[in-house]
């Protein structure tokens, strides 16, 4: 069960990687992104998008090697994550609570899937 939430979730970071790298390039798809204030992100929030896929990848990373049951346990994984589970929950909270609507359509189920899958992960 854990190889398919770590298949399941790496998809969708993939997917989430994909759209901010579009946003961070100037693609018109904001609204789906930080809050959906803005069409075309300023280049503050185009930085935060690559410093989100970043952080995507960070995630897939943790999920292989958490899912990969490494002999002895590794605590920082096992730690990590439960953090980002905790950090997928809170992103569902406040993406359904975004003014966005779009944001709220796409970022809201993505952020729930993936705390499904983390926590499949993490007690797995």
Same mark, same amino acid.
């Not at 790496?10 to 803005?38: D, F, K, M």
């Not at 439960?82 to 359509?105: D, K, Q």
């Given at each position: &069960?854990?190889? !398919? *939430?770590v298949?399941?979730?790496?998809? !969708?970071? *993939? *997917?989430?990687?994909? +759209?901010?790298? %579009?946003?961070?390039?100037?693609?018109?798809? #904001?609204? %789906?992104?930080? #809050?959906?204030?803005? =069409?075309?992100?300023?280049? =503050? %929030? =185009?930085? #935060?998008?690559?410093?989100?896929? +970043?952080?995507?990848?960070?995630?897939?990373?943790v999920?292989? $090697?958490?899912?990969?049951? @490494? $002999?002895p346990?590794?605590?920082?994984?096992?730690?990590? @994550? $439960?953090? &980002?589970?905790?950090?997928?929950?809170l992103? @569902?909270? %406040?993406?359904? !609570?975004?003014?966005?609507?779009?944001?709220? +359509?796409?970022? @809201?189920?993505?952020?729930?899937?993936?705390?499904?899958?983390?926590? !499949?992960? *993490?007690? #797995?």
């Amino acid at each position: &069960m854990s190889v !398919i *939430a770590v298949v399941v979730a790496v998809v !969708i970071l *993939a *997917a989430l990687s994909v +759209l901010q790298i %579009l946003v961070a390039a100037g693609r018109p798809y #904001g609204r %789906l992104v930080w #809050g959906g204030q803005h =069409r075309v992100l300023p280049a =503050r %929030l =185009r930085i #935060g998008s690559v410093v989100a896929v +970043l952080i995507y990848v960070a995630f897939a990373v943790v999920l292989f $090697w958490r899912a990969g049951k @490494t $002999w002895p346990p590794n605590a920082f994984a096992d730690i990590a @994550t $439960w953090v &980002m589970f905790a950090y997928f929950v809170l992103g @569902t909270v %406040l993406n359904a !609570i975004s003014r966005s609507r779009p944001e709220r +359509l796409v970022a @809201t189920p993505a952020c729930a899937v993936l705390a499904v899958c983390t926590f !499949i992960v *993490a007690i #797995g």
